[in-house]
């Protein structure tokens, strides 16, 4: 299930590693789609590890879930808790759609824990674990030298040009985020959703020193597809009239596609860097089907600002 938190104090004893905890796990379930890889892949026989945090916000649940929607959502939330009849309006209209702006887009953190392996001087494959999101995804190097830093490839220096080609695919089961004007209406809604995502991001970038020893620049675009099943298990929820219970919506399913664009830097020396991130996205969701048969559409832009870090473990045996 999707959580969210607010970014705490500085982390100090006990309770600060409690409260990293709690961040990180109030990150579940959200695929990353920051792009925080270079355009060289990890040389045969190398190892990659990463973390990276990074805040998801989107445009379509900030614009659906305004104030008064918000405080719909508690009032009509609270009474499907205890046990009141609830009669369908446009006000449950309005928090069906903010519903779904937030599981399609969430507005929260989101941390994943990487390792690459170069498997071919230019093709390494990668894994993603992002609290409740698998990933796993491939690069192929297109341009530059397939050296490593300690044995750079033929032509490999600094402003060195790369490029790549990648695949990415990540499963999850996801839900709303648990912040409570969304944990009302879940009550109310029952709200439950998998998704599938695919990226397809190309990645141009110039190294700093040879073989990227000292880092690298890194942008270029990304297209990513969407497939998207969801359903409604309402509870208390009546027809206008209040005499007729509402039937649950059976799952739907639905896809969309991304055009994104990013850039990043690669900073550090060798062994350990430091990796900050933007990643920019728009999608149109399309359109979806609300309990009383109607429909919504969605569409907005996604801001994916991120700061990770990146240790490489080198190839003892060239």
Known sequence: MLKSSLFSAPFSGSKGWAGLLLLLVATACTAPRGITTSGKVTPQGEFRVAYNQSFNVGTAPLSKAGSAVRDAASGLGGQAARGDTVRYSGAVNNVQAAALAYLLDPVQPAADFSLRYGV???????????????????????LGPT??????????????????????????????PRIPFLTDLNNLLGLSASRHDVLLPLTVSQSFGPEEALGAISYGAVYGHSWVSYGFTPSNLYNRAG????????????????YGLFLNLKLGYKYAYLVPALSLYYQNYGQYTLLDGSTTSLSGV??????GVQFRIPNLSR
């Not at 993603?128 to 995804?137: I, L, N, T, W």
């Not at 790369?162 to 990540?170: D, H, K």
């Not at 996604?302 to 700061?307: A, G, R």
């Open 120 to 142: 071919l001087p230019r093709l390494d494959v990668g894994y993603k674990y992002a609290f409740g999101s698998h990933v796993f995804d491939t690069q192929f190097q297109l």
């Open 147 to 176: 050296g490593s830093v300690e044995n750079p490839g033929r032509g490999a220096a600094g402003g060195t040009t790369y490029a790549s080609i990648g695949l990415q695919y990540a499963i999850q089961r996801t839900g709303l």
């Open 243 to 258: 005499g007729t219970k509402l039937p649950d919506l059976p799952r739907q399913s639905r896809d969309f596609s991304s």
């Open 302 to 307: 996604t801001f994916i600002p991120s700061l």
